[in-house]
């Protein structure tokens, strides 16, 4: 039976639906090149353009000299809502989540501080007046020595110059709690989730392979009076998270109407 499919797409197509059913599970070695130009009766140009594909689709990965290799891939749970669940106050989110998961996997995070212009993400969420700057902490958070997500908050400055949250380090209590101790309590998140390609300097940052989306998720923060205190810029790759939200739902319900 003939097909008019390029060779390089029936290399990809044939190990991509391998590893999917697990006949190549995760850390096994790929053929070789030499092998897979025998296979497919193709030249080495063709079979590395169909590695490359599944290499650009976080599939595979190049362990020169070695060859390729299936992925290996230990996602985080990674769950928004426990921002405001805090069980231990003295135990960073991200510590208290992988704590959570219970396989001993070790947390660790580079801290910057710095003082920077409002961009288009920030003005508009924290309703800044012309010429407010703002405090930024740029975290990046990794499990075993790998990063793994971007956590990056901003407020005016003008809440919190010579404070705790302008020193490059780990706060204990956590930054939430030294902006209540400001008088600026956080009450209430609204969350938005974005899918799209990362930027260079995420990619920098995290290490990103080629092909990995990422999901930008933004949080604005505000007081008991509506008042936007920060944003948090968090930049999670696709192929290291798992995103969970759970909803909780009253019952008996308090009105009438369709149920589902």
């Known amino acids: ?76 749970v990674y769950r928004p809502q426990q921002e405001f669940r805090r069980k231990q106050p003295d135990l960073d989110i991200f510590t208290q989540l992988l704590a959570d998961e219970g396989n001993g996997r070790q947390p660790s995070q580079d801290i910057e501080v710095s003082i920077v212009q409002p961009n288009n993400t920030t003005r508009d969420r924290l309703k800044l007046q012309e010429g407010e700057l703002l405090a930024a902490r740029r975290r990046t958070r990794y499990i075993d020595g790998e990063p793994y997500n971007i956590n990056d908050s901003y407020v005016r400055l003008s809440f919190v110059q010579d404070s705790e949250y302008m020193s490059p380090v780990d706060v204990a209590r956590g930054t939430n709690q030294v902006l209540a101790d400001l008088g600026k309590p956080l009450i209430r998140a609204l969350d938005e989730i974005y899918v799209r390609m990362p930027k260079p300097d995420e990619v920098a940052r995290l290490k990103l392979g080629p092909g990995t989306p990422v999901a930008e998720h933004i949080v604005t923060t505000y007081t008991f009076n509506d008042e936007p205190v920060q944003v948090t810029v968090n930049i999670v790759p696709g192929d290291r998270h798992v995103i969970v939200f759970e909803r909780t739902r009253e019952w008996p319900p308090t009105e009438q109407g369709e149920t589902s």
């Open 1 to 76: 039976m003939r097909t008019n499919t390029p060779i390089y797409q029936r290399v990809a197509d044939e190990l991509r639906a391998e590893i999917a059913d697990g006949t190549r599970p995760p850390g096994s070695q790929l053929p070789t090149e030499a092998e897979l130009q025998e296979k497919y009766g193709a030249t080495r140009y063709t079979v590395r353009q169909g590695l490359a594909a599944l290499v650009n689709e976080g599939l595979i990965v190049s362990r020169r000299p070695l060859g390729y290799f299936v992925r290996e891939i230990h996602p985080m």
